[in-house]
């Protein structure tokens, strides 16, 4: 299994941890409230979007023979910015600062660069063998 | 990689696309001024768990599932088709506002897809053959 993948994994596993730590935080009496939406999108950003992009890369066609997982450096910056971009998410929030709006919109900026950086990454790996 | 579940993961990386572009513009409507952008919540939903997931889980599938008997051991190359076509229609049609029409397409793609692919969830034999550039070494 390559480095990237290692890592992209290990990460959505935090992150499901996260999230259903969350999910009895949701229902635990007298705990803070929390945001449904993000509470939806620690599982399918954090977890399942990690996920699937961390096995693409391990197990796709390989781009070449000299590059089998072609540019690394995207896959690397898809992870970075995904999970950055959905840490700032959460702040934005659940916590509210006095600046949330600006928050967001960071947040999905970053979140929607890091999906471009994954399909940039794996399209040219999508094909006939 | 055969050529339908090449068409069809690009199919799913182009819906994934779209969603997460709609997704930044609902999530930054704030900023953006525009709180009337929650209303496509439920279309990022769709565009995200149908167009982009359960294409690529579909299309991956019919690529990896253990292979039986026959030209490429797929079966027939024609229902695949059909089942991505219908999915991807159906999709189009629960977000231009024909939900009916689109949800029973996304639901018959899948029970296509069910029929078609069963007889290969099997214990033995590779879809992927692991050679050639087809799957990538595993380590």
């Not at chain 2, 977000?95 to 692919?117: K, M, N, S, T």
Request: aromatic content about 10%; charged content about 15%.
């Amino acid at each position: 299994m390559p480095t990237v993948t290692r890592w992209v994994l290990r990460t959505a596993l935090i992150w499901a941890a996260i999230a259903t730590a969350t999910g009895v935080m949701l229902v635990w009496p007298g705990a803070p409230a929390f945001p449904y939406p993000t509470y939806l999108h620690l599982f399918t950003v954090g977890w399942l979007s990690n996920l699937i992009f961390g096995v693409a890369h391990w197990m796709f066609p390989r781009a070449s023979a000299a590059k089998p997982r072609g540019d690394e450096r995207m896959a690397w910056a898809g992870w970075g910015l995904l999970n950055l971009g959905l840490f700032i998410r959460i702040v934005g929030e659940a916590i509210r600062p006095a600046d949330m709006d600006r928050c967001l919109l960071i947040s999905a900026a970053i979140q929607f660069l890091a999906v471009v950086c994954w399909v940039a990454h794996l399209w040219p790996r999508v094909k006939e063998r | 990689m055969p050529t339908v579940s090449m068409w069809t993961v690009r199919a799913a990386l182009l819906w994934l696309l779209g969603a997460s572009a709609l997704g930044a513009l609902i999530l930054a409507r704030g900023a953006l001024g525009h709180p009337e952008l929650a209303g496509y919540i439920l279309v990022h939903a769709e565009m995200m768990l149908v167009g982009w997931m359960m294409q690529l889980a579909l299309g991956v599938a019919h690529w990896i599932l253990p292979r039986g008997r026959g030209r490429d051991g797929r079966g027939r190359g024609w229902p695949i088709i059909v089942v991505v076509i219908a999915l991807n229609v159906g999709v189009i049609a629960v977000i231009g506002g024909y939900p009916l029409v689109g949800r029973i397409l996304e639901a018959a793609a899948v029970v296509g897809f069910a029929i078609q692919g069963a007889p290969r969830i099997k214990a033995a034999g590779w879809g992927a053959t692991g050679k050639e550039g087809d799957l990538v070494k595993l380590k």
